[in-house]
């Protein structure tokens, strides 16, 4: 579904990713792990055609959209939850939904997938006409995952989707992001919780300084020595 190869980017004038090799399957959930400064950002943001890389090749379903603007990344099946969330909050969370459909490929079936991000996110189906700044932090976080589903994508990038919510919250958006891997979408997740992205993930990386320092099943990251000491701090 994704591969990424010999990937480098800049931030300003530092390096912040060095040759990353990354890869997600169909229907797989992969995660990305590592310190604050790692380049994890940095990374989606690159995916995404949101952040221009300086070497090496991103291709999905083997198409290369390496050189491409966000919007015709987006064209190949790539919809990204930005960290942040950044709803419109003078608009309602029902036309922050909409605007995910926004492009024409996307526009067939728009209702169907309003009823089914509303079914997935109830608390988004009774605060439909209200406007998205006045919800809490974890309900515009709903809404920017809807708003990404609502572009129907095969790949969904989210970009620490548990910073700054409350655990009640964390766990609403970590169920429903298991039920949306359930449904066949690829997912890649960064995100600053290790436990609940080697949870959620089958498989993970771990970047530190820009580098994928270890890879390989969720299950065998959680107990890397590697993985506690440069997250965790233990």
């Known amino acids: 579904m994704l591969e990424v190869r010999d990937l480098d980017a800049w931030y300003g004038d530092a390096q912040a990713l060095w040759r990353v090799d990354l890869d997600v399957g169909p229907g797989e959930t992969v ?28 291709a999905v379903d083997g198409a290369d959209v390496s050189r491409l603007p966000a919007h015709r990344v987006c064209g190949h ?8 969330r950044r709803v ?13 459909a926004y492009r024409r490929a996307a526009r067939p079936g728009r209702r169907a997938r309003l009823g089914r991000v509303l079914e997935l996110f109830p608390r988004l189906a009774e605060r439909a006409g209200q406007a998205a700044g006045t919800l809490s932090g974890g309900e515009q976080q709903m809404v920017a995952i809807g708003r990404a589903l609502m572009a129907e994508p095969r790949l969904l990038l989210l970009d620490e989707p548990s910073l700054g919510l409350a655990p009640v919250v ?9 039920s949306i891997a359930a449904q066949g979408v690829s997912i890649l997740l960064v995100e600053q919780d290790v436990e609940r992205a080697l949870g959620l993930a089958g498989r993970a990386y771990l970047l530190i300084e820009g580098r994928v320092a270890a890879a390989g099943a ?12 440069a997250v965790l701090g233990i």
């Not at 419109?88 to 995910?100: A, I, K, Q, T, Y």
């Not at 964390?170 to 992001?177: C, G, P, R, T, W």
């Not at 969720?218 to 000491?229: K, P």
Request: proline letters at 4%.
């Open 88 to 100: 419109f909050p003078h608009l309602s969370v029902r036309d922050n939904l909409s605007l995910g």
């Open 77 to 84: 099946g790539v919809a990204v939850v930005p960290e942040g």
């Open 218 to 229: 969720a299950a065998e990251l959680r107990g890397s020595d590697l993985v506690r000491t």
């Open 170 to 178: 964390v766990d609403e958006v970590f169920d429903a992001l298991a």
């Open 31 to 58: 995660g990305v792990i590592g310190p604050n400064g790692a380049g994890k950002s940095t990374l989606v943001a690159a995916i995404a055609g949101l952040h221009r890389h300086t070497r090496g090749r991103i």
